[in-house]
């Protein structure tokens, strides 16, 4: 059984700096990709920043320059070094890995979520 596990998630004040971990067990496969996404009350879920196996990182905009993905392929886990937070960045924060089935099915396993808060 997949298991996503996140950690590192809590309330922080504007400009300052967290770091989210998540491990990821149970795997018997090759992870195409590992990412995190976010979710703020009455928003969809949105991509935060992804990295693929092969070293490749994608961040949204809102996140270049603040956020950096890394991860460990041997591991199976992947983190979000997060800096310069703002109050727009409260959200639960999704671990994701994603098996790729086929040229057009992924298969996504999802963490179930921490929580960052940023206020003052």
């Known amino acids: 059984q997949v298991q996503l596990v996140e950690s590192g998630g809590e309330l922080v004040q504007p400009g300052g700096s967290l770091r989210l971990s998540c491990a990821a067990s149970?795997?018997?496969?090759?992870?195409?990709?590992m990412g995190w996404y976010r979710q703020a009350p009455g928003n969809q879920r949105e991509l935060v920043a992804t990295?693929?196996?092969?070293?490749?990182?994608n961040h949204a905009h809102s996140a270049k320059g603040r956020f950096t993905i890394t991860r460990d392929n041997a591991k199976n886990t992947v983190t979000l070094q997060m800096s310069s937070l703002k109050p727009e960045d409260t959200a639960v924060y999704y671990c994701n890995a994603d098996r790729r089935l086929s040229d057009s099915t992924i298969l996504k396993y999802w963490g179930q979520g921490t929580q960052v808060t940023v206020s003052s």
């Open positions: 990295a693929t196996s092969g070293g490749r990182t």
């Open positions: 149970g795997i018997r496969f090759s992870i195409n990709s």
